[in-house]
T-cell receptor, first 107, second 113 residues
């Protein structure tokens, strides 16, 4: 079992739908990252959070330290949101990554 | 401000050959990280530099991999000799603070045939 588990692994939705991607982890962390990777593209950091909630545009990330769980939400999803979303937790000094969630938003 | 850059973007080599990957971090970022994603697996940590010193190299798979960061600026990751299982995408990231936000490069796709 991986130290960082994401669900679902694949998600297909229609434009405009509300999207939720979940991340559970089993190790102690100092922070959690949500990353985005477009096909053939590099990795972009969306959020780094250690408590509560952060919002950037249509993206919202939440974390519950006690439950060792984080969620990434996308409101009013758009085809350009299609990408792989990766959860990564920062332990002592290094990142441990989930396998990623492949999101496809159809027009 | 330039982001993290990596060179080459793609490398195809034969088994037994040597390849050197390069990473240029964001200027002023003391922390530099190497990661690797092999097909179908999650991204894995390889090693972490603080300036020119190796802070943590616990993720390096074996002694065929050698990372350097002379002068504390750019870093190289050499694979010698390359094996088929070394194929994957190698990412570099840098951060200003030790546990700060990491900025990723575009990655180098290595294919060993």
């Amino acid at each position: 079992k991986n130290e960082v588990e994401q669900s679902p692994q694949n998600l297909t939705a229609q434009e405009g739908e509300f999207i939720t991607i979940n991340c559970s982890y089993s190790v102690g962390i100092s922070a959690l990252h949500w990353l985005q990777q477009h096909p053939g593209g590099g990795i972009v950091s969306l959020f780094m959070l250690s408590s509560g909630k952060k919002k950037h545009g249509r993206l919202i990330a939440t974390i519950n330290i006690q439950e060792k769980h984080s969620s990434l939400h996308i409101t009013a999803s758009h085809p350009r949101d299609s990408a792989v979303y990766i959860c990564a937790v920062l332990g002592a000094q290094k990142l441990v990554f989930g396998q990623g969630t492949r999101l496809t938003i159809n027009p | 401000e330039a982001g993290v850059t990596q060179f080459p973007s793609h490398s195809v080599i034969e088994k037994g050959q040597t390849v050197t990957l390069r990473c240029d971090p964001i200027s002023g970022h003391d922390n530099l990280y190497w990661y690797r994603r092999v097909m179908g697996k999650e991204i894995k940590f390889l090693l972490h530099f603080v300036k020119e010193s190796k802070q943590d190299e616990s993720g390096m798979p074996n002694n065929r991999f050698l990372a350097e960061r002379t002068g504390g600026t750019y870093s190289t990751l050499k694979v010698q000799p390359a094996e088929l299982e070394d194929s994957g995408v190698y990412f570099c990231a840098s951060s200003q603070e030790l546990r700060g936000e990491q900025y990723f490069g575009p990655g180098t796709r290595l294919t060993v045939t």
